[in-house]
């Protein structure tokens, strides 16, 4: 897979390195939360981790559309993927018909970061 070149002075990280994840499911659709590890991550997951780019990361495995909801005030944002479970719950008959590895595979996501935005 070829990398799309970053902004200069910048840097991709994965976002295992922002932010904690937890999903599930919501019938036919999963439920991704992300939760910046700290204040100053929450702005460039803003601005990075948008609704077209999850669904570029989720594409052959969901078959809606993806909304995103911000929640400033706990640093956090919600993923809503719909048709991502194959029915849902009792029908799907997908491996993880309650959509708890969203989150895992979401934090696999790669997004630019400024080098001003120090990660440990």
Request: aromatic content about 4%; hydrophobic content about 40%.
């Amino acid at each position: 897979m070829k990398r799309k070149s970053v902004k200069a002075g910048g840097r991709k990280v994965s976002l295992l390195h922002l932010a904690h994840a937890r999903s599930g499911d919501k019938g036919d659709t999963a439920n991704v939360g992300l939760i910046a590890l700290k204040p100053e991550f929450y702005p460039v997951l803003v601005k990075e981790v948008t609704a077209a780019k999850v669904a570029r990361h989720f594409k052959g495995i969901i078959t809606g559309r993806v909304e995103r909801f911000e929640l400033p005030n706990l640093g956090a944002l919600n993923f809503l993927l719909h048709g991502a479970l194959g029915g849902g719950g009792t029908v799907s008959l997908k491996t993880d018909a309650q959509g708890k590895v969203f989150s895992t595979a979401l934090l696999r996501m790669e997004i630019p970061v400024p080098r001003t935005i120090r990660v440990d």
